[in-house]
């Protein structure tokens, strides 16, 4: 095995696939603050809460094999973003239930880097994990979120409103889809 691809946990043609560290901190603090990025979301992230949210990466990880992944450009050995799988536990109909998603730095965008990274993260799911269920979510606004899940197989389920967005009528208006793997 080539010695740059021995850190990650698993590899498409052009991502690798690891788990979280320290030094990622300020490249996703930086994403986390990039509005063009965070579009469909209704805030900016501080740096506290980045950190947060990597350290529940970890723990998911430490628990369940996966989370959202931070991912390098092999080519170039650098983080563009994550990509990867997480427990979504919010008070739903299809919670608990695990989740594909992805965030990643604009200039990354319109080379198909989250479309191969996603195909990647269910053939681990179901490989590696023995999962046999993935659900992705968006607001009905995101067409290129939306876009990626139906290139990857992925089939609308249902509209439904998110819970965790019910104070903000851009974005509470969702769509469900799923896989079976």
Same mark, same amino acid.
């Given at each position: 095995?080539?010695?740059?691809?021995?850190?990650?946990?698993?590899?498409?043609?052009?991502?690798?696939?690891?788990?979280?560290?320290?030094?990622?901190?300020?490249?996703?603090?930086?994403?986390?603050?990039?509005?063009?990025?965070?579009?469909?979301?209704?805030?900016?992230?501080?740096?506290?809460?980045?950190?947060?949210?990597?350290?529940?990466?970890?723990?998911?990880?430490?628990?369940?094999?996966?989370?959202?992944?931070?991912?390098?450009?092999? &080519?170039?050995?650098? =983080?563009?973003? =994550?990509?990867?799988?997480?427990?979504?536990?919010?008070?739903?109909? =299809?919670?608990?239930?695990?989740?594909?998603?992805?965030?990643?730095?604009?200039?990354?965008?319109?080379?198909?880097?989250?479309? &191969?990274?996603?195909?990647?993260?269910?053939?681990?799911?179901?490989?590696?994990?023995?999962?046999?269920?993935?659900?992705?979510?968006?607001?009905?606004?995101?067409?290129?979120?939306?876009?990626?899940?139906? +290139?990857?197989?992925?089939?609308?389920?249902?509209?439904? &409103?998110?819970?965790?967005? +019910?104070?903000?009528?851009?974005?509470?208006?969702?769509?469900?889809?799923?896989?079976?793997?």
């Amino acid at each position: 095995m080539d010695n740059s691809k021995r850190k990650y946990l698993f590899t498409s043609s052009r991502l690798g696939f690891r788990t979280w560290a320290h030094r990622d901190i300020q490249q996703m603090t930086l994403l986390n603050s990039d509005k063009k990025v965070m579009e469909f979301f209704p805030f900016l992230p501080s740096e506290k809460e980045t950190v947060e949210f990597i350290h529940r990466m970890q723990n998911q990880f430490l628990e369940n094999g996966f989370c959202y992944f931070p991912v390098d450009l092999l &080519e170039t050995d650098t =983080f563009i973003g =994550f990509i990867g799988l997480s427990m979504q536990q919010f008070d739903s109909d =299809f919670t608990p239930c695990v989740d594909i998603g992805w965030r990643i730095h604009k200039k990354y965008w319109g080379q198909g880097l989250a479309t &191969e990274g996603a195909l990647e993260c269910l053939a681990y799911a179901k490989n590696d994990l023995q999962l046999n269920r993935i659900h992705s979510m968006a607001p009905k606004t995101n067409l290129k979120s939306i876009k990626v899940m139906e +290139k990857i197989g992925m089939t609308y389920v249902k509209d439904f &409103e998110h819970p965790k967005l +019910k104070e903000n009528p851009r974005l509470n208006k969702c769509v469900l889809f799923a896989i079976n793997l």
